[in-house]
């Protein structure tokens, strides 16, 4: 109990020094990580899209070549920067473009090299998501929409996109919580994100450990909170769960498919409908029984 209590104590001297520092970190760290998962699902998004044009041997010789070409660059970059850590990616980018260019490629700004190194590899990983999601979808699909005069483009905007985009949700999230944590690498640049503001404030404090406790507590709380908004969201894009609205479809209701409050189903045998439907068609049988056997006695006089 006496460490946790000087542990405690160690990291209120932390907090009431260095607060503001971790807590500007904190802001750094997510608006690094927000844009850059929207940033690197836009390029996902197109990479994923090209790879999955259709190509077959009635199209012409030029747009096979090309579609080949466009793979083959999609998959060099998928390979290079999903088998590459994120932290040599960034000394590569940060400082190899101006080695190789003579200064001439060069970033003046700190959060732009940043944001490019992470938005670039979080494109990777969503390319391979995006693809997967596309050809999850069932090809009936596509092909149904062709059928009544779609193009490939319409098809992926109105037909495929929208529930690949449902599908590769969870990754989307993952990627954003990866990102938040990932961010960490970025002090190799000298970004002050908030893994930069516990080195800064244990160089200054030599109070490590303490300190790797904020940090562990504010990267756990991030992600925690990320993980419950994006549950919160996929659960909207699920949509209700009451289909209870097709008794207001008049369309469905002439279909006899509708279910109606107080008398159920025409199909359901405990309905009243149905009830009152087998009560009629026994009258109706006794009626014609009656019938019968009273022409019959007639005749019989």
Known sequence: MEKFAKLFTEIG?????????????????????????????????????????????????????????????????????????????????????????????????????????????????????????IISIDPGQTEGAKAIGMTHVQTMLNVILPQALRNIMPQIGNNFIINVKDTSVMFIIGFPDFFAAHRAAVGASYLYFPSATVEMIGYLCMTLLASLLLRWVEKRLDGSSDYELVQGDPLVMTAGTYAHPDRGTPFDERSKEFQAQQASDKKHRERTQQELTHGRTRGER
């Open 13 to 133: 001297k932390l907090w009431a020094k260095y607060g503001g520092s971790y807590l500007m970190g904190i802001r750094n760290t997510l608006i690094l990580a927000l844009a850059a998962t929207a940033i690197g699902c836009i390029i996902g998004f197109v990479c994923g899209i090209l790879n999955t044009i259709p190509c077959s041997k009635n199209d012409s010789l030029p747009k096979r070549i090309l579609l080949r070409l466009v793979r083959i660059v999609v998959r060099v970059y998928v390979e290079v920067f999903r088998g590459t850590p994120m932290v040599l990616q960034a000394v590569f980018i940060y400082y190899g473009l101006p080695y190789f260019t003579d200064n001439a490629v060069n970033f003046s700004s700190i959060w732009l090299a940043a944001l490019v190194v992470v938005s670039v590899n979080t494109g990777a990983y969503m390319a391979e998501s995006v693809r997967g999601g």
